[in-house]
């Protein structure tokens, strides 16, 4: 059952010095519940833009997104009831200790009370979190900060949950321990976006991914099948050819725009070579 559906979706900016700036162009796709759908690329490549539209932060130019078929537009709080999100930076209230962070975002999203202590209790135990329970945030190593973040997120239980680079700043063994609940969170049924720019990751983590470049997907699909289609089984190397052929590519077309405004030909103007978010 697919949970997530984007469809052509755009995000630009106003810039009144030069035409407007494009962070996600004609982005399209699907995920399902069971599944880790990979968002690949390089840093402005306009993934985090992608997820903050689908959490409600962002409004897209257009296009359209879902969440368990409700709207990111016009059914804004119902989707919210729906994700769960993630980021490397994730704010964590110093003077809060762990279990009050925790109960806290449970009370905000209407957990009934009746089950909200039976949820954090099952959490702190998966999470391992019942060492540092009462530790308050100020004395939280990154590690830990990042569980909180993934208790707050899974507390209401959503069917979907977003990854924005989750790793970013973790140590080997934080990083080990998150990709492991991820893991285990896509076997319970649950409908994963992940973004990241580490190959490793991909390669551990994914069921699908959509390479990314300067807001476009440039291929999408299972490793194996990317594989396949590009000849090569070294899946750093598939990317970097695709990302250069992508630069390339764009390269060209600005210069042969630039090449037609010189000579003056009606109707022909430079691109726009400004990078995406």
Same mark, same amino acid.
């Given at each position: 059952?697919?949970?997530v559906?984007v469809k052509?979706?755009?995000?630009?900016?106003?810039?009144?010095?030069?035409?407007?700036f494009v /962070?996600? &162009?004609?982005?399209?796709?699907?995920?399902? /519940?069971g599944?880790?759908?990979?968002?690949l690329?390089?840093n402005?490549?306009?993934?985090?833009?992608a997820?903050r539209?689908?959490?409600?932060?962002?409004?897209?130019?257009?296009?359209q997104?879902f969440?368990?078929?409700?709207?990111v537009?016009?059914?804004? &709080?119902?989707? $919210?009831?729906?994700?769960?999100?993630v980021?490397?930076?994730?704010?964590?209230?110093?003077r809060?200790? /762990?279990?009050?962070?925790v109960?806290?975002? +449970? $009370?905000?999203?209407?957990?009934?009370?009746? @089950?909200?202590?039976?949820?954090?209790?099952?959490?702190? #135990?998966?999470?391992?979190?019942t =060492?540092?329970r009462?530790c308050?945030?100020a @004395?939280?190593?990154? +590690?830990?900060?990042?569980?909180v973040?993934?208790? $707050?997120?899974?507390?209401?239980?959503?069917?979907v949950l977003?990854?924005? &680079?989750?790793?970013?700043g973790?140590?080997?063994?934080?990083?080990r321990?998150l990709h492991q609940?991820?893991i285990?969170?896509?076997?319970?049924?649950?409908?994963?976006?992940?973004s990241?720019?580490?190959?490793?990751?991909?390669? $551990?983590?994914c069921d @699908? #991914?959509?390479i990314m470049?300067?807001g476009?997907?440039? =291929?999408?699909?299972?490793?194996? &099948?990317?594989? =396949?289609r590009?000849?090569?089984? =070294?899946?750093?190397?598939?990317?970097?050819?695709?990302?250069?052929?992508s630069?390339?590519s764009?390269?060209?077309?600005?210069?042969?725009?630039?090449?037609?405004?010189?000579?003056g030909v009606?109707g022909v103007?430079?691109?726009n070579?400004? +990078?995406?978010?």
């Amino acid at each position: 059952m697919e949970l997530v559906q984007v469809k052509n979706l755009r995000k630009s900016y106003a810039d009144y010095q030069r035409d407007p700036f494009v /962070a996600v &162009e004609s982005l399209s796709f699907s995920a399902k /519940a069971g599944e880790v759908f990979g968002l690949l690329g390089p840093n402005g490549a306009g993934k985090t833009t992608a997820l903050r539209i689908l959490a409600t932060v962002l409004q897209p130019t257009s296009g359209q997104a879902f969440i368990s078929n409700f709207d990111v537009v016009s059914q804004a &709080e119902m989707v $919210r009831c729906s994700i769960g999100f993630v980021s490397n930076n994730t704010a964590i209230y110093e003077r809060m200790t /762990a279990w009050e962070m925790v109960e806290f975002f +449970g $009370r905000l999203y209407c957990v009934p009370i009746s @089950r909200l202590r039976e949820r954090m209790e099952s959490l702190f #135990v998966q999470l391992k979190m019942t =060492d540092f329970r009462d530790c308050p945030g100020a @004395r939280m190593s990154t +590690g830990m900060k990042q569980k909180v973040s993934i208790a $707050r997120a899974l507390i209401h239980d959503p069917p979907v949950l977003i990854f924005d &680079e989750p790793t970013l700043g973790l140590d080997v063994l934080a990083t080990r321990a998150l990709h492991q609940i991820i893991i285990d969170l896509r076997d319970q049924g649950k409908c994963i976006l992940f973004s990241t720019h580490i190959m490793r990751e991909v390669e $551990r983590l994914c069921d @699908r #991914v959509a390479i990314m470049n300067r807001g476009q997907v440039l =291929d999408s699909g299972s490793l194996p &099948e990317l594989s =396949d289609r590009h000849k090569t089984s =070294d899946f750093e190397e598939l990317f970097y050819q695709l990302i250069m052929a992508s630069e390339q590519s764009r390269s060209k077309a600005a210069t042969r725009g630039i090449w037609f405004e010189d000579l003056g030909v009606p109707g022909v103007a430079p691109m726009n070579t400004a +990078g995406g978010m």
